[in-house]
């Protein structure tokens, strides 16, 4: 039955898409986060939605009747040569085979980020698109919150199989990266029953993301409370959420999770944790012997005796643990370079959002939209420092949302003055 719904949202939403592009875009995001056809067992779980959905997003280029705006800007010029660099890397990668096949995975992500910059180009398309990213990653936080709840918190919270985010760890930074999001919903939403669905959702997404057990979630999760409260309009009733939830939540968990939460602060007896260590000694070291980095897929048992073999006996990790050192190892110094530039820019264009929306009503919604995705992005930061998640669509969508939120706010600006 599950099969069935999503062949039969997908394909009656498709024909659609030939005259209205960013309905493409909204579909094909929601099965990137939500990956619907992984909560069925039938023949939808591994059906190519997504690559059926990219062809026809393709072919609605030459068939609507409004066409691409096309565009330019120093953050995207700055995403367009990371990709170049990731090309460059993956042709000199250690392991061709399993580089191209990541890296054909990787740009047709960032091929459909930047159709994104250049279909959805209003406001009314970025709003509709925040709400799908927000829904699709936000399910698995209530779904998370209420097994949490029912359960006792003892059981793992996991994401769909098959995707980015399935393991515990990836679901948790996503599900922190969402909460602003949510957050920002809530404030530029006029239904009372919506915004009561919302905050529902705020009570419930922080209860998955604890109920992960991903002490790197925990982590992210600390890093943005202040953050959130800090740059929200409605700082009381944010005060107070936070105030009845955070010890509710921290009694209610049960002992084995306090107890692994407490290894974060003693990380030299945890094995997994030394796990990490050893992972970054590596990539870091290959970075220095690899100028070009080991490419795509390089964290393998082979290349840890090759470049560093005096920790290989310890055991090869198989994941970066950390979407800088994964980077890193895998594209260099030139590559990790780029990646930061880009978080700078990331940042600087919602700075610049905010001074040109500060005293707009008019424009509330980009400046409330502007200090949330900052929210994202310092979350993202800190969990990703712990995790291997350097490729996820979500925050070049974030990035992607930030870029044209700013063009619209400057060529208002510009048509007042």
């Known amino acids: 039955m599950r099969d069935l719904l999503v062949t039969i949202i997908v394909f009656g939403v498709l024909p659609l898409v030939f005259t209205r592009p960013h309905l493409g875009i909204l579909l094909w995001s929601w099965l990137g986060y939500m990956n619907p056809h992984r909560l069925g067992w039938g023949f939808a779980y591994n059906f190519p939605f997504a690559a059926i959905v990219g062809i026809v997003i393709i072919a609605s280029l030459f068939t609507a009747r409004k066409k691409l705006s096309f565009f330019w800007t120093p953050t995207m010029g700055c995403l367009l040569f990371f990709n170049f660099w990731m090309l460059i890397t993956t042709i000199f990668s250690l392991d061709p085979d399993s580089a191209w096949i990541q890296w054909q995975k990787v740009t047709k992500i960032q091929f459909m980020i930047f159709l994104t910059l250049w279909i959805m180009n209003d406001k009314e398309k970025i709003h509709s698109l925040v709400w799908i990213i927000a829904l699709s990653i936000g399910f698995y936080g209530i779904k998370g919150g209420i097994f949490t709840l029912t359960t006792g918190g003892v059981s793992h919270v996991l994401g769909p199989e098959g995707s980015f985010i399935q393991g515990n760890t990836e679901i948790g930074l996503a599900m922190v990266t969402i909460l602003p999001l949510v957050w920002y919903l809530y404030l530029n939403t006029a239904n009372s029953w919506i915004r009561a669905g919302l905050i529902l959702a705020m009570l419930l997404i922080p209860v998955a993301i604890l109920g992960t057990q991903s002490r790197g979630a925990l982590l992210a999760i600390g890093s943005i409370a202040f953050f959130l409260w800090l740059k929200s309009r409605r700082k009381a009733l944010l005060f107070i959420v936070i105030l009845l939830l955070a010890p509710f939540l921290f009694m209610f968990m049960p002992q084995s999770w306090h107890e692994r939460m407490e290894t974060i602060g003693t990380y030299e007896e945890d094995s997994s944790a030394q796990g990490r260590l050893l992972a970054w000694e590596f990539a ?15 964290f393998t048992p082979y290349n840890y005796q090759r470049f560093a073999p005096e920790i290989s006996h310890f055991g090869s990790a198989q994941d ?18 780029i990646f ?12 610049k959002i ?6 707009s009503n008019e424009n509330k919604w980009a400046y409330d939209l502007a200090s949330m995705i900052q929210v994202s992005l310092i979350g993202y930061a800190t969990g990703g420092a712990f995790l291997g998640l350097a490729y996820f669509d979500l925050l070049y969508h974030l990035l992607v949302i930030l870029v044209l939120v700013l063009r619209i706010v400057e060529q208002q600006d510009s048509a007042n003055t």
């Open 284 to 298: 870091y070291k290959m970075a220095l012997a690899r100028p070009l980095g080991g490419g795509f897929e390089s």
């Open 320 to 337: 970066a643990h950390s979407i800088y050192f994964e980077i890193l190892g895998e594209h260099g110094f030139i590559g990790l370079g």
């Open 340 to 351: 930061l530039i880009l978080g700078i820019l990331f940042w600087r264009n919602a700075v």
């Open 354 to 359: 905010m001074k040109l929306t500060k005293n």
